[in-house]
């Protein structure tokens, strides 16, 4: 039998450096929110069995309104902080085999082509995936007491900038989360899923990204988005070709 691949958009944060007057994931972006667009690509991809979205309580029937043209996805309260809506989702599966997909809803033009490519790598096998793109500036580590020091500069053929959705064996991503809150281990921070399962001791494996997959933060980020989509929302910009990994 078909594993199931299951999608929560994480769309319970407030998201503050946008400066909008509502929760980033409900600003609209030439009459859609980033989180339609971004519940739209996980139907188109072709890949994706269920859809749950993570909400915040005093937002749900906002969100139910304006995925009304979605009947079946399905909405979960998320928590206080990133790491406790997602494992509120994760909670709320009831399938031990299947495959989760995790994405943030402020990455509303993410193509359906790279949401199948991270399904399909973990539906082939690996345990952790993550959708990288090349780092274009160069990097600067500061020192942590004093930031404005620079420590050294890391070599940047070996950096990538990651992005979402991540994809996870749900079994090994639920036990590294019990671990994660049972332990208090106060010099981690997961920042990420993917983090999340390195701390864990699961291999993390990269597929190629896709620089539409950027994400929506500031008011600059959502004026690029604006500017690269119409009403015949293109698909033309998914890159082709191998990454380095």
């Known amino acids: 039998m078909a594993r199931r691949v299951i999608a929560l958009v994480a769309a319970a944060g407030q998201g503050t450096r946008l400066g909008a007057e509502v929760p980033k994931a409900f600003v609209p972006l030439r009459g859609r929110t980033l989180v339609e667009r971004s ?3 996980m139907e188109t991809s072709g ?6 979205v993570l909400v915040s309580q005093d937002m749900e029937s906002v969100a139910r309104h304006t995925l009304k043209g979605h009947p079946d996805v399905r ?3 998320g928590g206080g902080e990133r790491a406790d809506s997602i494992w509120e989702g994760l909670k709320a599966i009831d399938d031990d085999e299947a495959i989760v997909l995790i994405h943030d809803a402020a990455r509303a033009l993410t193509p359906p082509g790279m949401i199948a490519r991270v399904a399909h790598a973990v539906l082939t096998g690996a345990p ?3 959708p990288v793109v090349p780092v274009a500036d160069t990097i600067k580590r500061v020192d942590s007491v004093t930031p404005t020091m620079v420590v050294d500069t890391p070599d940047r053929a070996s950096l990538r900038a990651v992005q979402t959705p991540q994809g996870f064996e749900l079994s090994a991503l639920r036990e590294a989360n019990l671990k994660y809150f049972a332990s208090h281990d106060p010099g981690f921070v997961a920042t990420d899923d993917a983090s999340l ?3 864990f001791g699961t291999p993390v494996r ?3 990204g896709d620089p539409m997959a950027f994400k929506i ?4 980020d959502l004026l690029l988005a604006k500017t690269i989509t119409d009403e015949a929302e293109p698909t033309v910009f998914e890159v082709s070709g ?4």
């Open 75 to 77: 909405f979960v309260h």
């Open 197 to 199: 399962m390195e701390w």
């Open 128 to 130: 952790a995936v993550v």
């Open 217 to 220: 933060t500031t008011p600059i």
């Open 47 to 52: 890949v994706v069995d269920e859809i749950i």
């Open 242 to 245: 191998n990454l380095q990994s």
């Open 39 to 41: 519940v739209t690509a």
């Open 206 to 208: 990269t597929v190629q």
